[in-house]
């Protein structure tokens, strides 16, 4: 069997038509840690307290959605 | 003595051992959650909260309840986390970013302990112990008391009550993970887990390196991390780590204590039923899933050599990954009873796994948490498990199923088919997002198959609250930290939902129905032997594409 681990590169190469700029700016945030700066990193605490707040909202929902089922 | 002989000497004392603790221990779970006594403690802390005690809740306000206690611990420890550099004990760490405190938060609120981070050289020692730990007490409690409220669905009749919450999670907390923790984390400790507050120490080596040692207070966290089935350590290599796990004695009694609960919760279910031969049934079935996987890994882990692996075969077996303390027969049990339990504490490296062995590994979690399962979670899976059996069974014979004085209606499958089909949706969705998009495909570190058993294992185990991985991943990237955050929020909590809600209906039942001569007996082996075969039928029919793709194509290669 072969030796199939290859920490050197991305071994998934992203197919399909070119992406813009701004599309690669974007995947370069979700993909890579960056360095930010504080005020960023508030508006990321925001983000992902409303995160919370969705999900927690979206579950609540389904408890909601589940008591009418009953009903 | 040779490795693999080793091997079966600790499994089959492992085996000695929680055959003493079943009995026991599953009396005084089910004596917890019965009594009705309080302790002054538990009761100081209903005065202090408002609580009634003796007010129970109906369904929905107990998973109401549970998803509001989640959604502050969330928060909470997230608070924590973003501000550990200003708070004591902090080590010099700075705040953790956004992303790694938001994923760790939803990762050890929902027992899942996925982690992103290397803990010696992220978390300070305040935030390990009064983060993360008590999360690994109060999320292993949740889960505890979602079967015991479940079991309740069985026992009560023409009532839409199922406990109260609150009473249930306090009671969890100080009379059984507490003292059990007390007493397994000084066992732990004596075997040489380490636990101080000393800062950490830099030594020069003898070829002139400087090399940091870290200290911190690892027992504590330890015992919770196994017993609760967490599964987070103190440190990046988890249980191979010497500070963590430090001996073979340590390695035994770690895989001793995670199983420990999950095997005794059937004990207290046959308890409360009031017919230990319903527990032993179910007991039988995880016994039988547990073996299958102990012994396949264990397989294919010291059988690499078949295929001519010159190394291997010196070596008695595939060591790559492996910590040479345990050797591989330590490391295949160690991973056999980590992925079926929600444990996911390891202490070798699974991305190194055989592809066989691997794909053992990414099976046993697919299963969703039953065989024993996770604290509570496998208790609760697995009774759902057994009505879709008694539903199959049900049609073969033309009978009404029925499960423990119970009739399985309509209303009843449908909670079950909600519960069984919510794993596999937020696995599969996500892990086809990753793969299918080029923001996800650019953290997929290996080719081919490996690749994709990667990203299947990673979503997997973030939804079945198992927290292992192979590591071949970039899962620290913001799309696999926020993606698996819901993932892990989802896995957790809307099972929990439809497992209450068809407790509820349950219980709602009038009278139980009487035991006629089309009624299934479901303490027979036949019923047991049908059980596991729906479990392997059902979970391997749902996995099958991404089995074959990932490990099953690797190594058939």
Same mark, same amino acid.
């Given at each position: 069997m072969e030796f199939v681990r290859d920490d050197t590169a991305v071994a998934w190469v992203p197919h399909g038509r070119g992406i813009s700029p701004a599309q690669r700016a974007f995947m370069d945030r979700l993909t890579y840690a960056v360095p930010r700066r504080p005020l960023e990193d508030t508006m990321y605490d925001l983000l992902y307290i409303g995160l919370t707040i969705l999900a927690f909202g979206v579950l609540w929902l389904i408890v909601k959605g589940v008591e009418r089922f009953e009903r | 003595m040779s490795s693999a002989t080793a091997g079966w000497l600790q499994f089959a004392l492992l085996f000695v051992a929680l055959a003493a603790c079943y009995i026991p221990l599953g009396n005084y779970i089910a004596k917890i959650f019965t009594t009705d006594r309080d302790w002054k403690v538990e009761r100081f802390i209903y005065r202090l909260m408002g609580i009634d005690s003796k007010a129970d809740q109906k369904w929905s306000t107990y998973v109401k309840s549970i998803l509001a206690f989640s959604a502050i611990s969330v928060l909470f420890l997230y608070g924590i986390e973003r501000l550990q550099h200003f708070l004591l004990l902090s080590e010099g760490m700075p705040n953790v970013p956004p992303d790694t405190a938001w994923n760790t938060a939803a990762s050890f609120v929902t027992n899942t302990n996925w982690q992103n981070y290397a803990g010696e050289s992220t978390m300070g020692y305040l935030t390990q112990m009064t983060g993360l730990t008590v999360q690994q007490f109060m999320s292993a409690a949740v889960g505890i008391v979602v079967a015991i409220a479940m079991i309740r669905g069985f026992t009560r009749?023409?009532?839409?009550k199922l406990g109260n919450f609150w009473v249930d999670v306090t009671r969890c907390v100080f009379r059984l993970l507490i003292p059990l923790a007390i007493v397994g984390g000084l066992i732990l400790i004596a075997g040489g887990s380490i636990m101080n507050f000393h800062p950490y120490e830099t030594y020069t080596t003898l070829s002139g390196a400087h090399q940091t040692i870290p200290g911190g207070p690892v027992g504590s966290m330890e015992i919770i991390k196994d017993m609760g089935n967490n599964?987070?350590?103190?440190?990046?290599t988890n249980s191979a780590h010497p500070f963590e796990n430090p001996n073979p004695f340590t390695n035994w009694f770690t895989i001793f204590i995670l199983l420990l609960i999950p095997f005794a919760t059937p004990r207290a279910f046959g308890k409360m039923v009031k017919d230990n031969r319903q527990g032993y049934a179910l007991l039988a079935v995880m016994v039988i899933i547990w073996m299958l996987a102990v012994g396949g890994i264990s397989f294919f882990e010291a059988h690499y $050599?078949?295929?001519? $692996?010159t190394a291997a075969k010196l070596a008695h077996?595939?060591?790559?990954?492996?910590?040479t303390r345990f050797g591989a027969p330590g490391c295949s049990l160690f991973a056999a009873s980590t992925t079926v339990t929600s444990t996911g504490a390891v202490n070798c490296f699974h991305d190194s796994l055989t592809p066989f062995g691997g794909g053992i590994a990414l099976f046993d979690i697919a299963l969703g948490e039953i065989a024993p399962g996770g604290v509570g979670a496998g208790m609760y899976g697995i009774l759902i498990l057994a009505i879709v059996t008694v539903f199959v069974a049900g049609l073969m014979v033309g009978r009404t199923p029925e499960y423990l004085g119970k009739k399985i209606r309509p209303t009843e499958m449908k909670y079950a088919a909600l519960y069984f089909l919510t794993l596999p949706v937020v696995i599969l969705t996500a892990a086809g997002l990753s793969i299918g998009t080029a923001t996800g495909q650019r953290q997929i570190f290996n080719p081919g198959p490996h690749g994709l058993t990667e990203v299947v294992y990673a979503f997997a185990s973030m939804a079945n609250n198992n927290?292992?991985?192979? $590591?071949?991943?970039?899962?620290?990237s913001m799309w696999y930290q926020t993606l698996g955050g819901f993932v892990m929020l989802f896995g957790r909590f809307a099972p929990e939902i439809f497992a209450l809600g068809l407790a509820g209906s349950l219980a709602r039942q009038r009278e139980p129905v009487p035991l006629g001569p089309?009624?299934?007996?479901?303490?027979t082996p036949l019923f047991v032997g049908m059980v596991v075969a729906v479990i392997l039928i059902l979970v391997g029919l749902t996995y099958f594409p991404a089995l074959a793709l990932g490990p099953i194509a690797e190594g058939l290669h």
């Open positions: - | 009749h023409h009532t839409d599964g987070g350590g103190f440190f990046n $050599a078949i295929g001519g $692996a077996g595939a060591t790559e990954g492996v910590e927290g292992s991985a192979f $590591a071949g991943l970039g899962s620290g089309g009624t299934i007996d479901t303490r």
